[in-house]
């Protein structure tokens, strides 16, 4: 049986219809307020939506650390408010979705709450970096990011679960970096590393070999410039796509001065680190099986003049293998790719380029953003290119960030626990007073961000405690079919055939939530779901209210909220707290890290 979604007369009964999804479905009243666009901007209407929610308290905020330091000194001497420390509400549902990417139960607000220990919010970030969950939630975020999916056979479980004892460990980061571009394996499926640089892999013209002949089923320079454009871009945050293509000059004037000083042949250089690479599918009775490969460094220099499958003919040059960072070269009894990942490693763009990532991730904007479009001739306040920019908003906290980052032994723990004990980000997502535009790039306060599709599928679970046959954010690739993979797609999961994406809001994500048999199947008052235990287990229908509350949106209900749920429950008990359930979960308040 499906719930049926005509008693929706609680949402606009229950709580303030700004929040509600079925009140305002479309995308520039329901979501932007909360959303922040491309273009940087945070809407002035986000107190509409959280005038309901109790107030943070004022009063001065504390430097925690470097970070607020910088932060709050700029602020100060541009005479910009900030919004006040979050509440304790506020910051548990942040932190445990930022961290973990799952909503708090309803005892761990409580406990939280009852704590009344000046230390309690470094203590949970303690408990929460490093745990099962955390290991979880960025082993996905890898797996997306370096688009794991059946392009590495069966190898994709093998990497996702080195991903996991990686980040358990907080092993280096420089150290799994180096092993993933020098990764070699006579098959992928027994190491690790080699993963990454076999999902890579571009398929030769069809009917260009002969069985057997498992070589050419690869475009070998074609994969070697993929993988060239992906460590650019993960590692480094530099796009360098275009110059893949074309000469920089003529053609990015606009776009990146620092890709204007490169040329095709530099990339190429670039890719010659990879030139001695084959990628090599394994072969059962003359058929090669693709995603089951041999990577060594047996074959031939880069062809700076062959033809390419995904771009124009390859111009000419040298080959020789040169970073294109620094122009360094490979010392003759070096191996190139070794070489690659030490010189990647050690540059210092390569911490910037990381640090910065995590701190998008964690505070909804990088310093540079996008993340991976760093103009390296604009980082430098007191060397910038005529008519151009400064590119990061706190060049100096970069900087900053970078140095903690090599110091910590490229720990990503440690610079998880400096971001989020900062009181900047702890910061409030409630701003006292009207918000204007130019503050977006001083980080006034905390930006919220749309749950990922993962954590949105995995809050439904949690909160109804209705499980489905997976828990999104520890599978290896993406596994949602029918009903689940229209849902999940609505709200932005990834197909890893590209680039990850941030979660967008759209007119569909409201219906998809009120009419989805993923919401609609989970509230009801069967399968031992929440709804059915909590009326089995209370008589008293106030408490019935509040545990859903808690469960659901991680707090307790305004006694107005309280008074009209509880009279929906007298009137009838179990569509009551059907409609009850349902109605939070369609909330802004849920969708987002509120």
């Given at each position: 049986?499906?719930?049926?979604?005509?008693?929706?007369?609680?949402?606009?009964?229950?709580?303030?219809?700004?929040?509600?999804?079925?009140?305002?479905?479309?995308?520039?009243?329901?979501?932007?307020?909360?959303?922040?666009?491309?273009?940087?901007?945070?809407?002035?209407?986000?107190?509409?939506?959280?005038?309901?929610?109790?107030?943070?308290?004022?009063?001065?905020?504390?430097?925690?650390?470097?970070?607020?330091?910088?932060?709050?000194?700029?602020?100060?001497?541009?005479?910009?408010?900030?919004?006040?420390?979050?509440?304790?509400?506020?910051?548990?549902?942040?932190?445990?979705?930022?961290?973990?990417?799952?909503?708090?139960?309803?005892?761990?607000?409580?406990?939280?709450?009852?704590?009344?220990?000046?230390?309690?919010?470094?203590?949970?970030?303690?408990?929460?970096?490093?745990?099962?969950?955390?290991?979880?939630?960025?082993?996905y975020f890898f797996m997306d990011v370096l688009r794991a999916n059946g392009k590495m056979g069966r190898g994709h479980s093998l990497f996702h679960y080195?991903?996991?004892?990686?980040?358990?460990?907080?092993?280096?980061?420089?150290?799994?970096?180096?092993?993933?571009?020098?990764?070699?394996?006579?098959?992928?499926?027994?190491?690790?590393?080699?993963?990454?640089?076999?999902?890579?892999?571009?398929?030769?013209?069809?009917?260009?070999?002969?069985?057997?002949?498992?070589?050419?089923?690869?475009?070998?320079?074609?994969?070697?410039?993929?993988?060239?454009?992906?460590?650019?871009?993960?590692?480094?945050?530099?796009?360098?796509?275009?110059?893949?293509?074309?000469?920089?000059?003529?053609?990015?004037?606009?776009?990146?001065?620092?890709?204007?000083?490169?040329?095709?042949?530099?990339?190429?250089?670039?890719?010659?680190?990879?030139?001695?690479?084959?990628?090599?599918?394994?072969?059962?009775?003359?058929?090669?099986?693709?995603?089951?490969?041999?990577?060594?460094?047996f074959g031939g220099p880069y062809n700076t003049k062959a033809e390419s499958m995904l771009r124009t003919k390859r111009s000419g040059g040298p080959n020789?293998?040169?970073?294109?960072?620094?122009?360094?070269?490979?010392?003759?009894?070096?191996?190139?790719?070794?070489?690659?990942?030490?010189?990647?490693?050690?540059?210092?763009?390569?911490?910037?380029?990381?640090?910065?990532?995590?701190?998008?991730?964690?505070?909804?904007?990088?310093?540079?953003?996008?993340?991976?479009?760093?103009?390296?001739?604009?980082?430098?306040?007191?060397?910038?290119?005529?008519?151009?920019?400064?590119?990061?908003?706190?060049?100096?906290?970069?900087?900053?960030?970078?140095?903690?980052?090599?110091?910590?032994?490229?720990?990503?723990?440690?610079?998880?626990?400096?971001?989020?004990?900062?009181?900047?980000?702890?910061?409030?997502?409630?701003?006292?007073?009207?918000?204007?535009?130019?503050?977006?790039?001083?980080?006034?306060?905390?930006?919220?961000?749309?749950?990922?599709?993962?954590?949105?599928?995995?809050?439904?679970?949690?909160?109804?405690?209705?499980?489905?046959?997976?828990?999104?954010?520890?599978?290896?690739?993406?596994?949602?079919?029918?009903?689940?993979?229209?849902?999940?797609?609505?709200?932005?999961?990834?197909?890893?055939?590209?680039?990850?994406?941030?979660?967008?809001?759209?007119?569909l994500q409201p219906i998809t939530m009120m009419r989805s048999p993923v919401v609609n199947d989970r509230v009801l008052a069967a399968k031992d779901s929440?709804?059915?235990?909590?009326?089995?287990?209370?008589?008293?229908?106030?408490?019935?209210?509040?545990?859903?509350?808690?469960?659901?949106?991680?707090?307790?209900?305004?006694?107005?909220?309280?008074?009209?749920?509880?009279?929906?429950?007298?009137?009838?008990?179990?569509?009551?707290?059907?409609?009850?359930?349902?109605?939070?979960?369609?909330?802004?308040?849920?969708?987002?890290?509120?």
């Amino acid at each position: 049986m499906r719930y049926s979604v005509k008693s929706t007369w609680i949402l606009p009964a229950l709580l303030p219809a700004a929040l509600c999804f079925a009140q305002e479905p479309t995308t520039s009243d329901a979501h932007a307020p909360l959303f922040r666009p491309k273009a940087n901007t945070v809407s002035k209407d986000s107190a509409r939506l959280t005038a309901h929610l109790p107030k943070p308290a004022a009063g001065p905020v504390a430097a925690r650390n470097f970070i607020d330091e910088e932060i709050f000194a700029k602020m100060k001497r541009d005479s910009i408010p900030h919004a006040p420390l979050s509440t304790d509400l506020e910051f548990l549902r942040r932190v445990r979705l930022d961290l973990t990417g799952k909503i708090p139960t309803p005892s761990e607000v409580r406990d939280f709450l009852a704590d009344k220990s000046i230390s309690k919010r470094s203590r949970l970030i303690d408990k929460l970096i490093g745990s099962p969950e955390f290991v979880d939630k960025w082993a996905y975020f890898f797996m997306d990011v370096l688009r794991a999916n059946g392009k590495m056979g069966r190898g994709h479980s093998l990497f996702h679960y080195a991903l996991k004892e990686s980040l358990a460990a907080d092993r280096p980061y420089d150290d799994w970096v180096r092993s993933i571009i020098a990764a070699s394996a006579k098959s992928n499926y027994v190491v690790a590393a080699a993963n990454p640089i076999v999902r890579e892999h571009v398929e030769g013209k069809p009917g260009e070999a002969a069985d057997g002949d498992d070589l050419s089923k690869i475009n070998q320079l074609d994969t070697h410039d993929e993988l060239t454009i992906l460590y650019g871009k993960v590692f480094l945050g530099i796009n360098l796509s275009c110059v893949s293509c074309h000469n920089g000059r003529g053609h990015l004037e606009r776009v990146n001065a620092y890709l204007t000083t490169l040329k095709r042949s530099d990339f190429f250089q670039m890719s010659s680190f990879l030139g001695g690479t084959r990628y090599i599918p394994h072969v059962e009775k003359s058929a090669a099986i693709m995603g089951h490969f041999l990577v060594d460094d047996f074959g031939g220099p880069y062809n700076t003049k062959a033809e390419s499958m995904l771009r124009t003919k390859r111009s000419g040059g040298p080959n020789t293998p040169k970073f294109v960072l620094t122009n360094a070269t490979v010392p003759a009894e070096a191996e190139p790719r070794a070489e690659l990942g030490r010189m990647l490693t050690s540059h210092p763009q390569f911490a910037r380029a990381t640090v910065n990532m995590f701190w998008a991730k964690l505070m909804g904007i990088g310093i540079v953003d996008p993340y991976d479009e760093f103009d390296l001739l604009r980082l430098d306040p007191n060397n910038l290119p005529k008519g151009w920019d400064l590119q990061p908003s706190h060049p100096a906290l970069l900087e900053k960030l970078a140095g903690h980052f090599r110091e910590s032994n490229h720990s990503i723990q440690s610079l998880f626990k400096l971001i989020c004990n900062s009181s900047a980000y702890q910061l409030s997502a409630r701003f006292p007073g009207e918000w204007q535009e130019s503050y977006s790039r001083y980080y006034a306060r905390k930006y919220v961000r749309m749950l990922t599709a993962e954590e949105l599928h995995d809050a439904i679970a949690d909160a109804t405690t209705r499980p489905g046959k997976f828990v999104a954010m520890q599978v290896s690739v993406p596994q949602a079919k029918g009903e689940l993979k229209s849902f999940m797609s609505a709200f932005g999961e990834s197909n890893r055939g590209g680039p990850p994406r941030t979660p967008a809001p759209s007119p569909l994500q409201p219906i998809t939530m009120m009419r989805s048999p993923v919401v609609n199947d989970r509230v009801l008052a069967a399968k031992d779901s929440r709804v059915q235990r909590l009326l089995d287990t209370y008589p008293d229908n106030a408490k019935v209210v509040d545990e859903l509350f808690l469960a659901t949106i991680s707090r307790l209900p305004l006694p107005a909220e309280r008074a009209v749920a509880v009279d929906a429950l007298n009137a009838n008990r179990v569509e009551g707290a059907q409609n009850l359930q349902w109605a939070l979960l369609n909330l802004v308040e849920f969708l987002y890290n509120l």
